[in-house]
């Protein structure tokens, strides 16, 4: 969802510009453009479609040392090259790259109309040009407040003056804003991926607060005009995390990270000899974890089928009550938000409105919540009261897979942490211990059979229309791997408990509609057998993800998957859906990376 990019330096801005928006395109835009101080003017260039093709449209001999950048999501106004960003004032001197929304656009636009201001665009935006090149204020910094002081909204934006060449002001309130910090150059972005190229120093602003960027460094400062103190830190970040390094897909090559990623995320954190995990970032003692009576989990997506692993793995290792909501429904219906209960957003951004949202009204009323957040620095992760890094590197796919592993695998982490303060045995703790330990290779195994996944799913991608089921442990699966099924071949693809079937969805199954039914090998195995019987007694053809203890009963084609602690048996059963879904929407030749009509985070309502 929308990008931002910034320069300012010596070196020519445009190929910069350009490079940081083709890095933001996995975050799902519909249009792009740059804005560029050249000495005697600004220039502007805008294209709806992308960023190769704004980059066609370029002039040849375009330079300069200072320029914006935008990819956009269209909210206010349809997709067109007058709505696409950087907006710019009437009089062609102020141009503002924008993420979020301004709520009281509407309004401020009558107002401006009135006083004789005509707009070229639908966007809430271009009203923020306005009301700067409006400002009668002496300084850009202070024409920006008086800007902002009339909005009501959420914004990252960027502004470049053209009576100011030396500086971009920058301000932030909702929605991310990092400033790079180069030699004798710095860079903006709304994503670490646009900088990663250029430098590893960084500087994440705050909401509610502002910068002034030149070529040689970076005051910030607050609202109410106060400087604020922020030293850089360093990101561990490599370029090659964000390239493609030799693979078709960044989806392929995600998932095919996961047995290196998952060590990395583990490593350290396993304590075998008391059978617990240390979860030090969640800056809660043994007798804080103890006074918690349920925990709530909050996600938007994948993320919430993640949560609904994490909830079952926090009941039966704590024996806490747990469930997990989707952040967006639970924001809108006022919850109750109890002093015992833990609440834990996850995000692998670490920026999706719905669930920030959500994080806030908890902590609103008082409650404590925690984060699985992948993005370090990110909003959702400095909100929440402590968390679990998960580490697994910059996920660029918009479909999650990596990301959600290791959400997974930090929930187990989680639980053993619960239930090692409860009555979870010092025994019970080491198995789990030991199951994660082995998870790295097995999951190298599940990889091995890649071959044999993809001609099933080659298979399946000529099905309308699938069902995924699974019962108890097997469920979450199933509706992730639905879920990531329709993400990406754009098939319909449903979840269903597998004890649900004869209660309604078994009318639909024939020959054409084919089930892929998550069987890990634990005490309902007999009744997932039973479904599987059913199915296939009606004609329909049965993919059977299955550990290797389960019979193949009346399954037409099955993937074994290695057998885990049964807790963590979802774990690993999750990995063969997704190569199942990259291979289907591979063999259908989509754009896999960039699925239509979604975006990587949701960072609008
Ligand atoms: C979007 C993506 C989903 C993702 C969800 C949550 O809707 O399309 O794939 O699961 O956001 O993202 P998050 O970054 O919060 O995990």
């Known amino acids: 969802m929308c990008g931002i990019v910034g320069y300012i330096g010596s070196q020519n801005a445009v190929p910069i510009l350009m490079e940081g928006l083709f890095r933001l395109e996995y975050r799902g835009y519909d249009s792009a453009g740059i804005a560029i101080i050249s000495p005697a003017e600004t220039r502007v260039f805008r294209r709806v479609g992308r960023v190769r093709e704004l980059e066609a449209s370029l002039p040849r001999r375009l330079t300069g040392k200072v ?12 997709v067109t090259q007058a709505n696409a960003h950087p907006q710019v004032s009437g009089d062609g001197r102020i141009s503002v790259v924008h993420n979020g929304i301004i709520d009281n656009a509407t309004e401020l636009r009558e107002g401006l109309q009135a006083k004789g201001e005509t707009f070229g665009s639908e966007t809430d ?30 914004y990252a934006i960027a502004i470049i003056d053209q009576r100011h060449p030396d500086r971009i002001v920058v301000a932030r309130n909702g929605s991310p804003l990092i400033i790079g910090v180069g030699d004798r150059e710095m860079f903006i972005a709304s994503d670490l991926s646009a900088l990663v190229r250029h430098t590893t120093s960084v500087v994440h602003l705050d909401d509610g607060e502002l910068a002034t960027v030149t070529a040689t460094g970076f005051r910030t400062f607050s609202r109410e005009e106060e400087n604020t103190a922020k030293t850089p830190v360093s990101i561990d970040l490599d370029a090659d995390d964000v390239d493609l390094a030799g693979h078709q897909h960044f989806m392929r090559k995600e998932i095919l990270e996961q047995p290196a990623s998952a060590e990395r995320m583990l490593q350290g954190r396993l304590d075998e000899r008391f059978g617990t995990a240390r979860l030090d970032g969640l800056n809660l003692s043994p007798r804080d974890l103890r006074s918690f009576r349920r925990v709530k989990i909050l996600g938007c997506g994948s ?11 926090i009941e039966e290792l704590a024996r806490m009550p747990a469930d997990a909501e989707p952040a967006s429904e639970f924001r809108y219906r006022n919850p109750v938000i109890e002093p015992d209960t833990l609440y834990v957003a996850v995000s692998q951004s670490g920026e999706t ?22 993005v370090v620095g990110s909003s959702i992760a400095r909100e929440c009261d402590g968390g679990i890094y998960l580490h697994a590197g910059p996920e660029i796919a918009v479909a999650s897979t990596k990301a959600l592993t290791h959400m997974a695998i930090g929930f187990a982490m989680l639980a053993l942490v ?38 099933i799913a080659a298979d399946l991608s000529a099905a309308e229309s699938l069902f995924f089921i699974g019962r108890v442990r097997g469920f979450p699966v199933a509706r992730e791997g639905a879920q990531k099924f329709k993400e990406v071949t754009y098939r319909h693809a449903e979840a269903y408990q597998a004890s649900e079937l004869k209660h309604g969805p078994l009318a639909l199954i024939d020959k054409d509609l084919p089930t892929v039914a998550i069987v890990p090998d634990d005490e309902l195995t007999d009744r997932n057998m039973g479904a599987i019987e059913q199915i296939s007694a009606r004609n329909g053809r049965v993919v059977l993800i299955a550990n290797p203890g389960v019979p193949d009963c009346a399954a037409d084609s099955r993937i074994t998957v290695p057998k885990s602690a049964r807790e963590l048996d979802p774990i690993l059963l999750v990995i063969p859906v997704q190569l199942m879904a990259y291979h289907a929407a591979r063999t259908l030749g989509l754009d896999i990376d960039k699925p239509r009509n979604l975006a990587k985070s949701v960072t609008v309502e």
Not at 67 to 78: D, E, K, S, Y
Not at 303 to 313: D, F, K, P, R, T
Not at 356 to 372: P, Y
Not at 423 to 445: F, H, N, T, W, Y
Request: no cysteine.
């Open 67 to 78: 320029g914006i950048g935008h990819t956009r999501w269209a909210t206010h106004g349809p």
């Open 125 to 154: 935006t271009e009203v923020l040009a306005h009301l700067i090149a409006r400002s009668a204020a002496p300084s850009l910094e202070d024409a920006v407040l008086d800007a902002l002081a009339q909005i009501h909204g959420t």
């Open 303 to 313: 993320a919430y089928y993640v949560g609904q692993i994490g909830a079952q793995l």
């Open 353 to 374: 409105a719905d669930t920030a949202f959500a994080v806030r009204e908890v902590k609103r009323k008082g409650g404590q919540v925690v984060g699985l957040v992948n």
């Open 418 to 455: 619960l239930g090692r303060v409860r009555d979870l045995s010092i025994s019970d703790g080491q198995r789990i211990v030991a199951g994660l330990k082995a998870l790295p290779g097995q999951i190298e195994q599940i990889l091995a059979d890649e071959p044999q996944i993809a001609e």
